[in-house]
């Protein structure tokens, strides 16, 4: 496991958006940056999972959540200029994005893959990505200190066979992440890097590997440390970079 040690007060004041809050990875994020203070805008596209992680956080007592309710496939770029306008009115900067939410798609070879669900995965695991950052990079502008993580994954960085579209959006969230991270190289006060989780015990992997254990990996709320460590000031010199969780 990735070894940190996030102090307590770490993400203080911060406000934080992450995308697939509602489950999963996102969940555990939103629950561990909540109790190391921050304020945190759930986004995902199912209500009643999000409200569960807003009731969670409110009942720990960290600082009081916000919700976004928002198809990340179909959302549009009014949605996210929307999206933008509604933050700015709230909050008036953005210091963190996690953009984790994903989708699997299917697996299967390239000479059978479905075109549609292609696009849906491209959509949510990297389109979604960009017109979000854009819409918010004015916002996260307005940070002292701000942090923009992508989720990439083992997947997208070596082509194996049958992972078709989940393995090609990956290795374009590698490229976006490195892209931004260039141009904002030298703007001190943003950072832009990559999680690969590794295999993690949540609903996607057990979708992915059917016959495996699921305890035989680790839980979410494990592979934390690289999660605060990115997000919080320790990792303020850190940029362009994609770290493993594990
Ligand atoms: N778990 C692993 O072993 C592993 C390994 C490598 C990389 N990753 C990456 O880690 C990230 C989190 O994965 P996970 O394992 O936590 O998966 P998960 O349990 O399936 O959670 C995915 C999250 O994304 C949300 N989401 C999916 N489609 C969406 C859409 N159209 N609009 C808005 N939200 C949407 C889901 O919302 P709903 O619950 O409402 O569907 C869910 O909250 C993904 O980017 C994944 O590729 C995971």
Known sequence: ??????????????????????????????????????????????????NAVYDEIEAAGYPQAAIITLNLETASETDFDNLAATLEQEFGRVDGILHNAGILGVRTPIESYDPI??????????????????????????????????????????????????????FATEGLMQVLADELEHNPNIRVNAIN?????TDMRANAYPAENPESNPTPEEIMPLYLYLMGRDSRTVNGQSLNAQ
């Open 197 to 201: 989780p590794g295999a993690t015990r």
């Open 1 to 50: 496991m990735y070894e940190y040690q996030a102090p307590e007060n770490l993400l203080q004041d911060k406000i934080i958006l992450i995308t697939g809050a509602g489950s999963g990875i996102g969940r555990a994020a939103a629950l561990s940056y909540a109790a190391h203070g921050a304020t945190i805008i759930l986004l995902g596209r199912t209500e009643e999972k999000l």
């Open 117 to 170: 669900i292609w696009q849906q995965v491209m959509q949510v695991n990297v389109n979604s990505a960009f017109m979000l950052t854009q819409a918010l990079l004015s916002l996260t502008n307005d940070s002292e200190d701000a942090s923009i993580i992508f989720t990439s994954s083992g997947a997208g960085r070596t082509g194996k066979a049958f992972w078709g579209a989940y393995a090609v959006s990956k």
